[in-house]
């Protein structure tokens, strides 16, 4: 089990940037993956950007060429670079961590931190 605390939300305008951080409690070099996902009101929560151990990266296809996320693993730190923001990016943002053992998924989650983008 891993701690995960999200940081780096607020207000923005439609165009600016924003990074999240999201530090863990221990080290992230054993976790197979890390990721953010955000949750609109009204709305499912989504996956927007995951990087494995290997660094290998996925995003969803609205935030592609917009966001980019990377990792420290000597900081146990995730980031998410947001650019070109969107009305349609506000949400509550949470990182997660995901942790294979054999057959078993665990995942662990952050409290989240609240991205709004006006117009």
């Known amino acids: 089990q891993v701690q995960l605390v999200e940081s780096g939300g607020g207000l923005v305008q439609a165009g600016g940037s924003l990074r999240l951080s999201c530090a863990a409690s221990?080290?992230?070099?054993?976790?197979?993956?890390m990721g953010w996902y955000r949750q609109a009101p009204g709305k499912q929560r989504e996956l927007v950007a995951s990087i494995t151990s290997g660094s290998r990266t996925n995003y969803a296809d609205s935030v592609k060429g917009r966001f980019t996320i990377s990792r420290d693993d000597a900081k146990n730190t995730v980031y998410l670079q947001m650019n070109s923001l969107e009305p349609e990016d506000t949400a509550v943002y949470y990182c997660?961590?995901?942790?294979?053992?054999?057959?078993?998924?665990?995942?662990?989650w952050g409290q989240g931190t609240q991205v709004t983008v006006s117009s």
């Open positions: 221990r080290s992230i070099f054993t976790i197979n993956a």
């Open positions: 997660n961590a995901r942790t294979l053992w054999g057959n078993e998924v665990y995942d662990d």
